[in-house]
């Protein structure tokens, strides 16, 4: 229906009849889509609630752990090694990672490709910049949270041009055709809520969970299972190495 109303001929301006038709077409079309928007947000919020409280914090306690046994390992390798000269294995491991970005600066480089694509200082009006004040918004959350496929898919998103680009209004408010291509800009903005939501890494997670659901398995806490025994086995290697 989107594809109908936003690929139909212009109306004329010369036509108040199919303006106003138009305009009665986007208003139904535009319910439908802030309902649709609402309900998906809806989802992840409690889906998100529900992950942290089975499986979140399980796998931050794992991640202590393995953080744990690498710093202990470190120093007893670093003990027995003594003045030893390092084999020429680890010297190109070393090479390796001297010239790679560590995650947290892979992550900024990420985050700041898109500020200078998208800063709301580079707006053309007030409306493009909230536009783009919507896109680093999303981009600051996936920062956050430390989501650097978000951010590279937003990176490599042709999409988000096309959502940024900013309408001419006519200066007449009460013009049809101005009141048109308003509502198509806010159709637009739904519709890319819509579809940032649905390729958003928790929700296609969520999606997995349900369909699971549907034959009887509950995967968070299976999920959950595995990371206990992986957290059981985990705490003997560094009971082990202590």
Not at 202 to 230: F, H, N, P, S, W
Request: glycine fraction near 2%.
């Amino acid at each position: 229906m989107t594809d109908l109303v936003l690929q139909s001929p212009a109306a004329s301006k010369d036509d108040p009849f199919q303006l106003s038709l138009e305009i009665t077409q986007l208003k139904t079309l535009l319910d439908e889509r802030r309902a649709e928007l609402a309900a998906l947000q809806d989802e992840l919020r409690e889906f998100r609630a529900r992950y942290t409280d089975v499986v979140g914090s399980r796998l931050a306690e794992l991640a202590e752990i393995e953080r744990a046994i690498k710093e202990m390992e470190a120093r007893v390798t670093k003990n027995d090694a003594g003045d030893e000269e390092p084999e020429a294995s680890e010297l190109f491991e070393r090479e390796a990672n001297a010239s790679a970005f560590p995650p947290e600066q892979s992550l900024r480089k990420l985050f700041w490709s898109i500020a200078k694509l998208f800063h709301p200082d580079r707006a053309a009006d007030e409306r493009e910049a909230e536009r783009r004040h919507q896109i680093m918004a999303e981009a600051s959350r996936a920062y956050t949270e430390g989501d650097a496929e978000r951010l590279t898919l937003m990176l490599g998103d042709d999409d988000l041009q096309f959502y940024c680009a900013t309408a001419r209004l006519a200066d007449d408010a009460d013009d049809l055709a101005a009141r048109l291509m308003s509502l198509k800009e806010e159709l637009r903005t739904l519709e890319f809520g819509i579809k940032r939501t649905r390729q958003d890494g928790l929700y296609k997670l969520k999606l997995a969970v349900d369909e699971d659901a549907t034959r009887g398995r509950d995967m968070l806490t299976e999920m959950a299972a595995r990371i206990r025994k992986q957290i059981v086995q985990t705490r003997y290697r560094l009971e082990q190495i202590d």
